[in-house]
């Protein structure tokens, strides 16, 4: 397994205690030991398995997190004019529940309500993560059509290996989703999965949510232990869109990117490498575009790790040869934690990390983030993709690389299998680039999480 590549990703992507399994994407719980289980069960057990007529059953489950932040200098203090303060403290709630109706043996029907809201930050909700009063998060059929292979058709979540491009957005308030169809093979070694999708655009009240009108559609196959002790995923995402801005240039999208990700399993020696291309065409622009990712760690003692990641993305070359060599990394998370809002887009990045790490009780990493553009034909960019610099085009003439120093804490603390705990530590020095292109003030961020899952 490569949970060790990532803390949150490794206590969150699954639960198994006590035969239980609490999965990262709720519609792979599997509670399925409940069906021949005749000993008492928990309280928790009562609502996994519940007959109905026949051969049917429902499964009920849901989420209750709490989560704290407070930012100084939120975005290097380039703030909107509508805002009342660049040092926000807010409180987010998230709720999430869920039904899984096992019809019969090849048919199900999922459903996921969710509710966040944000608290005490006085700015206006400029973006789609902190809150979505209320909604249907995920609804979705699966219909089984051969032993092994599944066509899922509703809305539903999406996550692909490290989520460096389609994520389930766990980090903040609101998770993301697509609707379409989604058709699902999997063999004892292989999963493969063919989907054609729209990803959903959150609003603040309830019920408003909306299609968007961008297009994601791919291939993903994922082999475990391809040899020994090596795992590979590879993979095409076909992304178009009817307006996108790279470097203040405003345009349609249609974008193919196809890569490889190999990784170990958990041992002494750790690895992780994914190496990723896109072509396809920007307004009257070719696409060419690449990624390197990486990330490496060794055993120095049981439980305490000394690890090395990072990356290499390309930026725009030039603005006279016909080409954009922007990368997009679509629906990824957020490389960079909730410190500040970065992507790898156009960067070098260069993190070494210690880490301890007890099973899924205990984990805490401590790392260093060393960021500079790699070109200064381009600007950089937010997680989803908007341009945070330039932000004014007056200001597009710097030839400053240095973009900033990050420096986190993370303790993650899962003592039950219904409770999770993280708190969050971060500090960004701002570099020359953000300074000569406006505000660049240094970032303080802090945070506490807290979950209960059932």
């Not at 007529?53 to 489950?61: E, F, T």
């Not at 297009?215 to 995402?237: E, M, P, Q, S, T």
Request: aromatic share 14%; charged share 20%; hydrophobic share 35%.
């Amino acid at each position: 397994m490569r949970k060790f590549l990532n803390p949150l990703l490794f206590v969150l992507m699954c639960t198994k205690l006590s035969g239980q399994h609490i999965a990262r994407l709720r519609y792979d719980d599997d509670f399925s030991y409940l069906k021949s289980d005749t000993s008492s069960k928990s309280w928790d057990e009562e609502l996994k398995y519940l007959p109905l007529l026949g051969h049917a059953s429902l499964s009920i489950g849901g989420e209750i997190r709490e989560h704290y932040q407070n930012y100084t200098n939120v975005n290097f203090g380039q703030i909107p004019g509508s805002y009342v303060t660049g040092n926000p403290h807010q409180w987010l709630h998230r709720l999430l529940i869920h039904g899984d109706f096992q019809v019969s043996s090849k048919f199900r029907v999922f459903a996921q309500i969710n509710n966040t809201v944000r608290y005490w930050n006085p700015n206006p909700i400029t973006n789609q993560v902190d809150q979505n009063t209320f909604s249907f998060h995920q609804w979705f059929a699966d219909l089984k059509l051969a032993d092994k292979l599944i066509l899922r058709i509703g809305r539903q979540e999406l996550l692909f290996g490290q989520e460096r491009f389609i994520a389930a957005r766990e980090g903040p308030n609101n998770r993301q989703s697509f609707v379409g169809a989604h058709l699902i093979h999997q063999s004892k070694r292989l999963k493969s999965n063919v989907f054609y999708t729209q990803p959903v655009r959150l609003n603040v009240g309830a019920l408003d949510d909306e299609m968007s009108s961008e297009k994601l559609a791919g291939l993903h196959f994922k082999y475990d232990r391809i040899f020994k002790k090596v795992n590979a995923d590879v993979y095409y995402y076909f992304f178009e869109s009817p307006s996108r801005q790279y470097y203040s240039n405003l345009g349609a999208e249609k974008r193919h990117t196809m890569g490889m990700h190999i990784y170990s399993n958990l041992q002494r020696i750790n690895y992780d490498v994914e190496l990723s291309r896109q072509s396809g065409s920007f307004n009257s622009l070719r696409i060419q575009a690449m990624m390197a990712v990486w990330d490496f760690n060794l055993a120095v003692k049981p439980h305490r790790y000394i690890g090395f990641s990072g990356n290499f993305v390309p930026g725009d070359q030039s603005t006279r040869d016909g080409q954009l060599n922007t990368f997009n990394t679509l629906f990824a998370r957020p490389p960079f934690g909730q410190t500040v809002a970065l992507n790898i887009s156009n960067t070098l990045n260069l993190s070494p990390y210690l880490r301890y790490q007890n099973g899924t009780k205990w984990i805490a990493t401590a790392r260093a983030s060393f960021v500079q553009r790699t070109s200064a034909y381009d600007g950089v960019y937010t997680p989803n993709m908007s341009q945070l610099r330039p932000y004014d085009p007056a200001k597009m003439t710097s030839d400053a690389l240095k973009l900033c120093d990050i420096y986190a804490i993370d303790v993650n603390y899962v003592p039950t299998k219904h409770y999770f705990f993280q708190a969050e530590l971060g500090y960004c020095k701002a570099g020359t680039y953000l300074k000569e292109t406006g505000a660049g003030d240094n970032v303080i961020y802090f945070a506490i999480r807290n979950a209960i899952k059932f």
